[in-house]
């Protein structure tokens, strides 16, 4: 099982459509893509289209939950997130995204023409996990719980 991570604009507003599985290889390129969106002089808002998506990892989820709190610097108000999947969902929800995006199941994407995001050689793969894994710790205490013992065991293998 594969993913991809497709994105697209119009008129200010972000697509990040992710399909199939979605991995730690693919946190690189949309980390890279996210910076740069964020950084547009027409940038109005993003939406997360998971509609497609059949796994995400917690990686990912760190990337998203990053994201979200760098729109949220930006505006006044959160990211939107759909999703149809149950099981994400139930996912997303134990994450605590819902305070972090405005969580649906259908919204308007079709004026968007999509593009593959290109890949990035990953060099620093295990940094990129400890700080995903570090933003998903500080949404609430069960992630917190959740993820120290795994980011406490990368911070010491890299020093």
Do not use: W
Not at 131 to 154: C, G, I, P, Q, R
């Amino acid at each position: 099982m594969s993913g991809n991570i497709s994105v697209g604009a119009c008129d200010g507003t972000y697509v990040l459509k992710f399909s199939g599985d979605i991995r730690v290889g693919l946190c690189g390129a949309l980390d890279a893509f996210c910076e740069r969106m964020l950084g547009a002089a027409d940038f109005r808002g993003v939406i997360v289209d998971l509609a497609e998506t059949l796994a995400i990892d917690s990686t990912a989820l760190g990337c998203l939950a990053r994201l979200s709190l760098a729109v949220q610097r930006l505006q006044e108000n959160i990211p939107t997130l759909i999703c149809r999947s149950r099981d994400i969902e139930r996912v997303l929800l134990n994450m605590g995204f819902e305070d972090v995006f405005a969580i649906v199941a259908e919204a308007n994407v079709q004026d968007f023409e999509l593009v593959d995001i290109p890949e990035v050689v990953e060099r620093e793969t295990r940094q990129r996990v400890i700080e995903a894994h570090k933003v998903l710790m500080s949404l609430n205490d069960s992630n917190h719980s959740a993820f120290k013992n795994l980011v406490d065991a990368l911070e010491r293998d890299t020093s």
